[in-house]
């Protein structure tokens, strides 16, 4: 038996949630592109270390923040050498361009559902690497349920965004399929998080690599 990369090989992923320190580098060693790690003090996943384990270069850290002080999240990008930061609150397009200035990547979340006006993320463009679309349920992220993507066929920008919520194993099919519509054009990572958990914030390797093998690979 053999594989065959396909198309999907340029989609990034995001691992995020990410909390206990000997399962970070466990799920490191599947080579993510991202991984997350929320400073939220409300999250069941929230980092309760000092420190970060050594993780390879080539992924990049990204620290989630709900509605926090601009002195907090430059506090937290210099104490974790923080890669990118993700805002996943009320932030407003001043707030953006502020912590863009820190020159590092920003991703600005936004919950969706069916009658979600995407001409509010417009102003945000110039600030933010990209867009992450989640979710829109009781708490900011982690809720386990997906929206419905054919709402992203409103997307008209050039920002490109990350896809999230409720993805898991039983939504491989359904990935490659979207990626074969206009809506996924700009869709340039998949994030995943709760559905792959054991606990809250500690990640099935197992999972996930069936994940990535799933994802990224055919059999023939």
């Known amino acids: 038996m053999c594989f065959k990369k396909i198309s999907m090989k340029n989609v990034k992923l995001k691992i995020c949630g990410m909390k206990h320190p000997e399962n970070i580098q466990e799920i490191a060693s599947l080579e993510p592109d991202y991984l997350g790690f929320i400073f939220w003090d409300q999250s069941v996943r929230k980092m309760s270390f000092e420190t970060l384990p050594k993780i390879p270069l080539n992924i990049k850290k990204v620290g989630v923040f709900v509605d926090e002080s601009i002195h907090e999240i430059f506090a937290k ?6 890669d ?15 912590v863009k200035k820190i020159g590092i990547e920003v991703i600005k979340a936004f919950s969706i559902d069916n009658d ?30 997906s929206f419905d993507w054919k709402v992203l066929e409103k997307y008209s920008y050039d920002k ?30 998949i994030d995943v998080n709760s559905r792959f958990e054991t606990k809250p914030g500690y990640k099935s390797k197992i999972k996930l690599k069936k994940f990535k093998k799933s994802l990224y690979e055919i059999e023939i």
Do not use: M, R
């Open 116 to 145: 979600f006006d995407f001409s509010t993320v417009k102003d945000y463009e110039p600030f933010v690497n990209y867009f992450l679309f989640d979710t829109k349920g009781k708490l900011p992220g982690g809720n386990g349920i």
């Open 77 to 82: 990008v210099n104490q974790f050498k923080l």
């Open 84 to 98: 990118a930061v993700q805002l996943h609150g009320n932030e407003n397009v001043v707030f953006c361009k502020n």
């Open 160 to 189: 490109p965004f990350f896809l999230s919520g409720g993805i898991g194993n039983t939504e491989v099919e359904a990935i490659k399929d979207f990626f074969k519509t206009e809506a996924s054009k700009k869709c340039i990572a």
